[in-house]
């Protein structure tokens, strides 16, 4: 080593702490932070985390939804002060018989959300929840950030994504869709709503896209619009709308022909397989801001 070489600081590894829940969002996030340089720490949330996310991590732990203290004691042992999350959770879970045994809370979740869930004397709305969770972390030194600024080439450019367009019929759907879409965001109940001929088939609420979208199809079996927006003022460091392969699979067998997604604020993954399988089942995908 020579004199200059030993005057040089060590650089230490860029490190960030990875809340992942369901999909293959966190996926491409751990990816796409890899490619950054960054050393993940990930917190795969239990029965919703893919496993495989081990081999794209440098530490991977299980934690119990409700096990917020032990997740953030982990960050901080391995001096994290960062953080992102991408991923679904399935809020439907918190609401099952015995969940808080299920989950068993521990100290410093049961402090944050007790208002929530014990005394009832809080909403439950996404915004409130998530919120809550930032909320913790930070009070603990830990910061989050959106993934999207991480793999912002996940998030969709406007234009028509397939080469079929919308007919004139289907336009007026998808601007009476999107009305009623942020209207719904707004009041933090989904965001997605399906359309036929300019009224509203289906809602997205606790059950998610897939579940609002069936139901659209056994009350119509044919010729629906699917229009999935952000919330008006959208928290990009959380529920970013997402789409892939499997929405377009759903939106087909119940019999959808079209899914206006908002641009610059939608993930879209593995888009060329996405919009190739639209293409193979003659679905309509268009990007509007």
Wanted: glycine share 8%; hydrophobic share 40%; aromatic share 8%.
């Amino acid at each position: 080593m020579t004199p200059t070489d030993a005057t040089q600081p060590t650089r230490l590894p860029l490190k960030i702490g990875l809340v992942a829940g369901w999909g293959d969002f966190p996926l491409r996030v751990a990816a796409s932070l890899n490619r950054r340089g960054y050393q993940v720490h990930c917190l795969a949330i239990k029965d919703h985390a893919d496993p495989s996310l081990a081999r794209l991590c440098h530490e991977y732990r299980v934690f119990g939804i409700g096990r917020m203290g032990a997740q953030v004691r982990y960050l901080r042992r391995a001096g994290i002060t960062e953080a992102t999350m991408a991923g679904k959770i399935f809020k439907t879970r918190i609401f099952r018989k015995f969940h808080l045994w299920k989950h068993f809370p521990d100290w410093l979740t049961l402090r944050y959300f007790y208002p929530m869930f014990v005394t009832k004397t809080q909403n439950r709305r996404d915004d409130m929840l998530l919120g809550t969770v930032t909320e913790l972390y930070a009070a603990q030194g830990i910061h989050f950030s959106p993934a999207t600024d991480f793999a912002p080439e996940l998030l969709v450019q406007p234009g028509n994504l397939t080469r079929q367009t919308p007919t004139s019929s289907q336009k007026k759907d998808i601007e009476f869709g999107w009305q009623m879409a942020k209207e719904m965001g707004r009041l933090d109940i989904g965001q997605t709503v399906v359309v036929k001929n300019q009224t509203v088939m289906s809602v997205e609420a606790i059950e998610g896209t897939d579940e609002c979208i069936r139901r659209a199809g056994q009350l119509c079996q044919t010729g629906f619009v699917v229009v999935k927006v952000s919330k008006p003022n959208q928290d990009l460091r959380f529920d970013v709308p997402t789409i892939g392969v499997g929405t377009i699979r759903t939106i087909h067998e119940s019999g959808g022909r079209v899914l206006a997604i908002e641009a610059h604020k939608t993930i879209i993954l593995d888009e060329a397989q996405t919009i190739a399988a639209a293409e193979q089942y003659g679905i309509v995908v268009v990007a509007l801001e």
